[in-house]
């Protein structure tokens, strides 16, 4: 009455027609560690939020070449009427600067929330874990 023999997946039935063999592995994740996920969502929400700092100064200075930016201001001139008078003036509003200090904030606030849910994540998935084993995945190296 020794210990049971470890099963060993034969190759699959399309590699071995091929000649190839196929190693397979099956693995359970019991444990993510909240210190490492915490580390590589800092680095990814980063790597975001600098995405959405670049893409949101590509689109403006494209705008503003376009001239949407003056045709939106003339037509908000000419519907309020304020031609002559001081009136609405659009780049006080969405001019670069103000624009890249706001898409900042939001990347600021992008960074740190991704980072604080996914290390929760983390420490909420080891709880599931706990009770149900964890994730069981399966690997497969072609030779």
Do not use: C, H, Q
């Amino acid at each position: 009455m020794g210990a049971p023999a470890a099963r060993r997946p034969g190759p699959a039935p399309a590699a071995a027609a091929a000649g190839g063999r196929v190693r397979k592995a099956r693995l359970r994740v019991t444990k993510a560690d909240p210190w490492s996920v915490m580390k590589v969502s800092f680095l990814l929400s980063l790597a975001v939020g600098v995405i959405i700092i670049v893409a949101s100064a590509v689109l403006w200075m494209t705008l503003n070449a376009l001239g949407v930016f003056d045709s939106i201001g003339s037509t908000l001139k000419e519907v309020t009427g304020s031609d002559t008078s001081g009136g609405v003036n659009l780049m006080d509003y969405v001019g670069f600067g103000r624009v890249m200090v706001f898409t900042t904030l939001i990347a600021v606030v992008d960074v740190v929330l991704m980072t604080a849910l996914a290390t929760l994540s983390a420490f909420i998935y080891n709880t599931a874990a706990g009770f149900t084993g964890g994730v069981e995945l399966t690997l497969a190296e072609e030779d």
